[in-house]
């Protein structure tokens, strides 16, 4: 019988989170996940730094297509599912409706001065 069951059969509880080996458990398995993340994002940094036209555009538009999405899929899914087209339809409809309103309403909105202050659109350097 190990110190575990001795500990649960005298108390009643489970062995405490403070014993040596949980903790060194603990302690290694943290620095597994930091060692890991550090190192997706060093590969990432390394690979995936670069620039292109369509990264410039959508970086402009990025704030407000945040602040509209909500809004677009939820007037979407309420016109969508009345329609009873199985989930996988209604997800893809939902999707492709919600994403193509929030680009048309971003590059309507960059075009005027007022829209492009209220939705935070960042103006060209």
């Not at 597994?32 to 990432?44: A, D, M, P, R, Y």
């Not at 409809?93 to 309403?105: E, F, R």
């Not at 909105?109 to 060209?124: F, I, S």
Request: aromatic fraction near 16%; include cysteine; charged fraction near 15%.
């Amino acid at each position: 019988m190990c110190i575990r069951d001795r500990y649960m059969e005298y108390t009643g509880n489970s062995a405490p989170a403070y014993a040596p080996g949980y903790l060194l458990y603990s302690l290694v398995a943290g620095l597994n996940t930091w060692c890991w993340t550090i190192s997706i994002l060093g590969f990432v940094r390394r690979f995936l730094s670069f620039s292109n036209r369509f990264l410039r555009w959508f970086n402009r538009i990025s704030y407000p297509f945040y602040i509209l999405h909500l809004v677009a899929i939820s007037v979407t899914g309420h016109y969508v599912t009345r329609l009873r087209l199985g989930i996988l339809a209604e997800f893809v409809a939902i999707c492709a409706v919600s994403y193509a309103a929030c680009l048309l309403v971003c590059e309507l909105a960059k075009r005027t001065p007022p829209t492009r202050l209220l939705l935070g659109v960042k103006t060209r350097k």
